[in-house]
């Protein structure tokens, strides 16, 4: 694949960025990221001219694909009216209403990033409690965030940080560590620590390491364990909200967690980030409350406006069924093809999200970070580097997840199992 243009850019880039970037996971494609000049539908077009089916999807917003016209107009009305007012928008209302309807949740605080949604999320938890412990998983990734960057998923996995540097020893000592899906430890440190603990938080299908599911006792059990110590049950549903169902992973598992953290898909594709609970908790927040956020871009309105089009869409049904088969059916095309070159291999599949791990045939199920780690990660980086030559990109990491939207059509499915049969038998060459 010719990229003249965009190693020139990369090479310009270096001078402004560390490592040429401004988000780590991006400079993971090989020998350098490629430009992009525009994305319709489920394409890229890279600024020296290759079309490429979509499987990043600006990691996880754009269920209805690139430059979807419902988000368009309404993004574009807001803009003739102006898009920051440091006083508020009806929009947000709206776009409360929604949130409020699908999760069930009294109040919502917006905010800019999925990162702020946690960091505000942690605090709330630990204000409302008056504890100052929490239990994340490894794996699982929560954003930039202080309290929460440890054995995280995502680029801190990618590029092997287990523990970011710059974040005090004294900090992360406050936040505990288990293993996905490992019931037994997750009751043993309840029964040790419970009362001190203020909340769980976890990514109720873990999209950050891999695509990893949570089999539905745990998730049971954290409930039950959270209700009987009197700690919060937070569900980071930045990635399976609206993605996994319109009421997201709390819908999807029947799950009542005491509070969500949403991004991504709720701005259609526009910075935003919100944490969503009842009256009680969210009170503790400012002004009502002593637990301080606030923010300058908080329920921007353009980021309302297209997270609004966006649910809309949604709430028709046809996102989802276009993108939830198009995963199953892509899902099933590498089953197969696993099978058919004897490669060994897991795929994870989950709504419009997808993953492969390569990993030895004694890993039958992929349910933690442990076994994620035991992917050959070489052969994923073949496999991306071979279908970006074909015209399709996935994630160039495997501790990220393939995402689908409403604009994966037949045609582009059909463009895509046919890039995967042609390299899948050059993967072992
Ligand atoms: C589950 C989860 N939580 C939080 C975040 C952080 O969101 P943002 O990148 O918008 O800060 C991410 C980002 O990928 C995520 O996947």
Known sequence: MRMDRSRELYEEARKYFPGGVNSPVRAAVKPYPFYVKRGYGAYI???????????????????????????????????????????????AIELAKKIRKHYGYDMVRFVNSGTEATVTAIRIARGYTGRKYIVKFEGCYHGANDSLLVKAGSAASHYGISASQGIPN??????????????????????????????????????????????????????????????????????????LSLGGAKQYYSINPDMITLGKIIGGGFPIGAVAANHEIMSVLTPLGKVFNAGTFNANPVSMV??????????????YRIANLGAEELAKTIRELLE?????????????????????????????????????????????SLLLEKGVFIPPSQFETCFLSA???????????TAYNDVFGMLRE
Do not use: C
């Open 45 to 91: 077009e890279t600024i020296d001219g290759h079309k490429l089916i979509d499987y990043v999807l600006g990691y996880g917003p754009l269920i209805l694909g690139h430059a979807h016209p419902a988000v368009y107009k309404k993004v574009a009305a807001q803009l003739s009216d102006g898009w920051i007012y440091g006083a508020p928008h009806e929009a």
């Open 170 to 243: 004294e900090l992360s000592q406050l936040t505990y560590v288990l293993d996905y899906n490992d019931i037994n430890s997750l009751v043993n440190l309840m029964k040790e620590k419970g009362e001190n603990i203020a909340a769980i938080i976890l990514e109720p299908a873990i999209a950050n390491t891999g695509l990893i599911l949570p089999d539905i006792e745990f998730l049971k059990t954290l409930r039950e364990e959270t209700e009987k110590y009197g700690s919060l049950l937070i569900f980071d549903e930045v990635v399976t909200g609206y993605r």
């Open 306 to 319: 297209a997270g609004l089009a966006t649910i809309e869409e949604l709430e028709k049904g046809y996102p």
């Open 340 to 384: 058919e070159y004897k490669i060994d291999g897991y795929v994870s599949q989950i709504a419009s999200m997808l993953q492969v791990f390569f990993v030895p045939r004694s890993v039958s199920r992929v349910k933690n970070a442990s076994d994620a780690k035991k992917a050959n990660k070489e052969l994923y980086v073949k496999l991306h």
């Open 407 to 417: 604009g994966h059509n037949k045609d582009a499915l059909e463009k895509t199992i």
